[in-house]
């Protein structure tokens, strides 16, 4: 089987880059606000079982962070009263502190899930926003301090660079009052992409019912949720690794 040189994913993501760059109305960013617990704080009630253990209704996004409140009480219980798995399956511990068959309130925010390989759109596609910026990128070897421009997403260092490289950082932006009310937690590059021809000239975004065409997904990705409450605009950007 072939498999992709470092010089063949440059040559793509250029190709790529001049692509939105030359058809700037083909090419947007959508964003949208997926399923309502995706990376929301929960507040359950639940009874252990006599095998002294419940399940909460989503995976965690941390399991060290899920709170255990005995009903009547207002203090969290020790979590070394507990365990916690990444599935979100909670069982008492051998000489834990909470009693059996205790009924408990779960706090925890839930966790993001993946997009699937599958998927060619958002799951809940609230606007398409235009591409701001275009950019392409090296990442910066463990332990070297970044030269000139850069950017850092968990905890790794991106360089900004002028030749064609596999990773393009595609950025946008959302004013104050784009989205608003909507949690926004994904974001997509969609290609394929018309405005309708009834929705206003020259804007940047538009909601996802003055799109002709909704295109199709290049990239996806999910975040924990960014609120929209009309007061501040929000700078985001996407990494196209190939």
């Keep these: 089987m072939s498999v992709y040189t470092n010089s063949g994913r440059a040559t793509i993501v250029e190709q790529i880059r001049n ?12 964003i949208g606000s997926g399923v309502p617990w995706w990376g929301r704080r929960q507040n359950e009630k639940h009874t252990f079982s006599p095998q002294r ?38 069982t008492l511990a051998l000489n834990s502190a909470i009693p059996d068959e205790a009924t408990v309130y779960a706090r925890y ?15 809940n596609a609230v606007g398409y926003t235009r591409i701001a910026g275009l950019s392409f990128l090296d990442a910066v070897p463990a332990g070297q301090a970044p030269q000139g421009d850069f950017i850092t997403v968990g905890g790794i260092h991106y360089q900004l660079v002028d030749q064609p490289s ?25 290609t394929g992409c018309k405005i309708a021809g009834d929705a206003p000239k020259g804007r940047i975004y538009y909601p996802a019912d003055q799109m002709e065409k909704t295109g199709t997904a290049l990239a996806i990705e999910r975040r924990l949720p960014v609120p ?9 950007a996407l990494i196209l690794v190939i």
Excluded: C, W
């Design 19 to 30: 692509m939105i760059h030359d058809q700037p109305g083909n090419t947007m960013i959508a």
């Design 53 to 90: 253990h419940i399940q909460l209704a989503h995976p965690p996004q941390n399991h060290a962070d899920v709170e255990l409140i005995i009903d009547g009480d207002d203090n969290p219980a020790h979590p070394q009263a507990y365990t916690v798995t990444p599935a979100g399956r909670v």
């Design 109 to 123: 925010r839930a966790y993001v899930p993946p997009p699937p390989l599958a998927s060619s759109a958002l799951v």
């Design 166 to 190: 596999r990773m393009l950082l595609i950025r946008g932006k959302l004013e104050a009052g784009d989205a608003v009310g909507d949690d926004i937690n994904e974001f997509a590059l969609m």
């Design 228 to 236: 929209r409450d009309g007061t501040l605009g929000t700078d985001f």
